[in-house]
């Protein structure tokens, strides 16, 4: 193990394993309504539940005074107090076992199931699991794994060359602008700079420009794969791989194997996969 992270430091943020979080709230319409407009779903809510409404609700809260310089609440809470500076939502595995129904109360509880290191050509990794269960009337609605990754920032990302690339007559185009970000920030409450910050994105994180929200492009390819499967999913399981960017073209598609979706950067990269099944 490289000397940046010792042993005894690992250990310590690995004794977070097992640590738990409940919360519960009412699900307002309202504020699921908001969340529709932002993502460009259906606003009659009460009758067509938004792609991963969920994540309307039970969203990070932290007074100004325990914000990060990255705009994420610091660390050591329910999260561990890893170093590493960069944090991303790199995958889920999502179950939906009953819809949500608005207007009542839900809880949601979440443990830290696992935190492991790697080190490899990317440098030192620090992977977070957490499972994410939904309830409502003592009936799980929703389970939900995500794997969260630290990482060294530092690292320059060179511009995206835009290549044009063929679609078919199934693809959907998405070009999210920096208004898109801001809102979609607004409603999830996540004020991580990468997003509306330029000068933060450019010269701290090293992006070439704003970066699109992972969770925001999961919601346009599981809207993506309930049209092209004609029917509510039932499961819904994404990775991210690669980042993209605002103003740039991507493409959401159909893989050759049933249930497979991907979301193609401008530059031909698979930036995100999924697998849906009804």
């Keep these: 193990m490289p000397e940046t992270i010792s042993p005894e430091t690992m250990d310590h943020w690995k004794s977070w394993i097992g640590k738990t979080e409940t919360r519960t709230e009412t699900l307002c319409p309202e504020i699921l309504r908001r969340f529709a407009a932002a993502t460009d779903a259906d606003l009659n809510v009460q009758e067509n539940l938004p792609p991963l409404a969920h994540w309307a609700f039970f969203l990070p809260i932290a007074p100004s005074d325990k914000i990060g310089e990255d705009g994420h609440p610091l660390r050591g809470g329910f999260v561990p107090p890893v170093t590493l500076a960069q944090r991303m939502f790199a995958s889920a595995n999502i179950t939906l076992l009953a819809p949500l129904q608005l207007g009542l109360k839900a809880t949601m509880h979440s443990e830290i199931t696992d935190i492991k290191y790697r080190s490899g050509k990317s440098g030192e990794l620090v992977f977070m699991e957490v499972m994410r269960t939904i309830s409502q009337k003592n009936k799980s609605c929703i389970t939900e794994q995500q794997t969260i990754v630290f990482k060294h920032g530092g690292d320059v990302i060179p511009p995206v060359e835009v290549i044009s690339q063929p679609t078919g007559i199934n693809d959907e185009l998405w070009t999210p602008g920096p208004v898109e970000l801001f809102r979609f920030s607004a409603v999830t409450f996540n004020s991580h700079r990468i ?15 704003l970066v699109v929200h992972g969770p925001f492009t999961a919601i346009k390819l599981y809207g993506h794969a309930e049209k092209h499967l004609d029917a509510p999913l039932k499961s819904f399981r994404f990775r991210a791989s690669a980042p993209l960017f605002v103003g740039q073209e991507i493409i959401l598609t159909a893989g050759k194997d049933d249930g497979e979706y991907s979301a193609l950067r401008c530059d031909g990269t698979r930036a995100m996969t999924a697998t849906a099944t009804v």
């Design 195 to 209: 997003h509306y910050d330029v000068p933060y994105a450019t010269g701290e994180e090293g992006y070439p420009g």
